[in-house]
């Protein structure tokens, strides 16, 4: 299965009852900046960095949201950017990341994200196996993804980047 054609076969955008998940496109960039300098997601997140600026926020834009290994959705609401969700490439699978700004937090808006993006996935008919890692203190993220139809299938202290040593839970969508 090639994850190319996979990530293809995505359509964009994908909506849902509240959320449009789209490409990213320059406009994005102040918000983007502005929503993931934040401690507080930085925290759960091994792949951001901290401080996030601008800088980074083009760089993210412009090579790295849609490439052979990731396809990347800027996740907005009333067409404003709230978060970020990717579908990127990891050995012989899917795995799925995400955040949100901390503003837009508690509204059930990562669990429609999440769903929406996992049914239209699953529709193309491709569809490889979706796993998530999500740092075990993140519980948070761990309950949407089990509202989402992922199971945990292992906990255990990984290297996680920034985060190394640090308890992480492995999760597979049914």
Known sequence: MNIFDFFAKLPEPIISERLILRKFNSEDVDILAHLANNKKIKKFRASLPHPYTKEHAIDFINNLACNKNEHAFAITLNGEFIGTMSLYEKKDKVELGYWLGEPFWGNGYA????????????????????????????????????????????????????????????????
């Not at 998530?132 to 996680?160: H, M, P, Q, W, Y």
Request: aromatic share 4%; proline share 3%.
């Open 111 to 174: 669990t429609e994200a999440v769903k929406t993006l996992i049914k239209t996935a699953k529709n193309t008919n491709i569809c490889p196996p979706i796993h998530a890692l999500v740092i075990t203190a993140n519980i948070a993220s761990i309950n949407v993804l089990k509202k989402c139809g992922f199971n945990i299938i292992d906990e255990r202290i990984d290297d996680c980047g920034v985060h190394k040593g640090i308890m992480v839970t492995f999760l597979k969508c049914k």
